[in-house]
């Protein structure tokens, strides 16, 4: 049966009101499209749009749409599919978001990526003897400088970090490991799974909540490649509890004679309770606790571009970057002339937090955020319409990526709630991400709440812009 004989009679008549792809790209609309995106691009996208309409009509909408709807609708599907990275609001609430990119670049470190784009660098090339260089030299000294370890290397992530590290020192080996810190990271980061992949045998020690040095001890043998110890950077096990600290376990794994591998995860460089934070361990204190080796992230509370750290001791250093994989790990020259340009920032805490938006929106006060509500209110209700109520209300920020996971931020929120049914709530959302620049809040208790932590107010006027664009966008979300 073809999906005709199916039809009613006046379906079928429906349905002979819509348009042909020809008489679409006839529209002025549908011009404008062809200039900017070509030919094909623009009928696959008409087709595309028809082909919904066509969904729609079947599925009991009223009237067929026109031409230059058509056009439209065909133009928003070809503006969504060209940039599927386009710039969005982040009103989460979360300032490290993973699913949104987490860090913000700052400023000097955008303008020092560009530059890396648009001109050949020394990559790889020692300017003064004019001989070959290695990629890792720019940021060597810094690190060395930030952290007070002997040595530096950079890779794709921390988690690229930890695996090579578990393959350097651990392949076909055994990597020790504590049973309370067999940590998952959301995704797919799961240690276990990565010391799999590492070739290293995993051989867990002492108990989820208590893990004694003894247990550690026990566990040493001519086998053993690593001992890891793993900041449970996402929960925290209270209670009875026991665990090892890093300055101890460094000693018992100096006395076998294997290195101990300390994954902070985002390690900070700063104190960051000068900002109102809580204390998190700092990298250089983990390197002065006596670990051969400490990783940590870069977009994480670092603030710069995703990239993972590996800093210790010269010798264990050597041996990672004489590891093949660490070819297929490396970072190209944007991300290293970024995170350089990342670095130099901390050389001048003073100013840091002026200069990182990371740091920026953790260290904004509760105050600020309000009084920015109280003053966009008006404008994003009157742009949202009379189906909404928008009211500022008091929320809490997380900081994300599993960094000081119970440790949030007071903050405060627009509030927007339907007059009408949720659906209309659930409509809303759906049309803020739909916009050319979306807007993502977080829904809950009947509610969207835009967290405004991470708006900076030089975005208060394209977010009012975009808001602005709303009605066509909300009108025909189905
Ligand atoms: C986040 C995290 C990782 C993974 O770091 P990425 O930079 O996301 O790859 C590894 N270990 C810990 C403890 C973490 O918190």
């Known amino acids: 049966m073809s999906p005709d004989q199916r ?8 349905l002979r009101q ?26 696959g996208a008409i087709r595309l749009a028809i082909d919904d309409a066509r969904e729609a009509l079947r599925a009991g909408e009223a009237t067929a749409p026109g031409v230059a709807e058509l056009a439209r609708r065909a133009g928003r599907k070809l503006a969504a599919g060209a940039a599927g990275l386009r710039p969005l609001f982040n009103l989460t609430g979360t300032v490290l978001h993973t699913n949104l990119g987490r860090a913000l670049l700052a400023e000097a470190a955008v303008e020092a990526a560009v530059d890396a784009m648009r001109h050949a660098v020394a990559l790889e090339y020692d300017l003064a003897t004019g001989m070959r260089g290695e990629r890792d030299d720019h940021l060597r000294g810094l690190l060395r400088e930030l952290t007070g370890a002997e040595d530096a290397t950079v890779v794709n992530n921390n988690a690229a970090a930890v695996l090579l590290c578990l393959n350097t020192f651990a392949l076909g080996r055994e990597a020790v490991v504590s049973r309370g810190e ?12 990565i010391m799999a992949r590492a070739g290293a045998r995993m051989v867990e020690v002492g108990t989820t909540n208590r893990t004694h040095p003894a247990d550690y001890r026990d566990a040493l043998n001519e086998r053993t490649g690593i001992v890891l110890k ?11 509890t026991a665990d090892v600290g890093a300055r101890e376990l460094a000693a018992i794994a100096d006395a076998a004679g294997v290195p101990l591998l300390n994954d902070l995860g985002s390690g900070s460089l700063l104190d960051l309770s000068r900002y109102g934070l809580a204390r998190e361990p700092t990298v250089r204190e983990a390197v002065a606790e006596g670990a051969r080796l400490v990783t940590f992230s870069g977009d994480k509370l670092l603030g710069g571009p995703q990239a993972g750290f590996i800093v210790g001791d010269r010798m264990l250093i050597e041996q990672v970057n004489r590891n093949p ?34 740091l920026r929106f953790l260290a904004r006060r509760q105050a600020d955020i309000a009084a920015q509500a109280h003053r966009l209110r008006p404008a994003v209700a009157e742009r949202l ?36 049914s949720q659906h209309a709530l659930e409509r809303l959302a759906a049309a803020l991400r739909a916009l050319p620049r979306p807007v993502i809040g977080r829904v809950a208790d009947g509610a969207l709440w835009l967290d405004l ?4 107010e030089a975005d208060e006027a394209p977010l009012l812009a975009s808001l602005a664009q709303l009605g066509a966008g909300a009108s025909d979300t189905p």
């Open 385 to 420: 319409g009379d189906a909404f109520v928008v009211e500022a209300g008091d929320c809490r920020s997380q900081v994300g990526s599993g960094a000081l996971p119970l440790d949030t931020l007071e903050s405060t929120a627009l509030l927007v709630r339907p007059r009408g």
């Open 182 to 193: 067999l940590i998952e990271i959301g995704g797919a980061f799961r240690l276990p799974d």
């Open 325 to 358: 994989l660490k070819r297929a790990l490396r970072v190209d020259k944007l991300r290293l002339a970024a995170i350089e340009a990342t670095l130099n920032l901390y050389r001048d805490p003073d100013r840091l937090a002026g200069r990182l938006p990371t």
């Open 18 to 43: 819509l348009p042909a792809v020809a008489a679409v790209l006839a529209t002025p609309e549908a011009e404008a499209l062809r200039e900017r995106y070509g030919r094909t691009a623009t009928t």
């Open 7 to 14: 039809m009613t009679q006046p379906e079928a008549t429906h």
């Open 230 to 240: 793993v900041h449970t950077s996402n929960y925290r096990i209270q209670g009875f």
């Open 453 to 456: 932590r991470c708006l900076d």
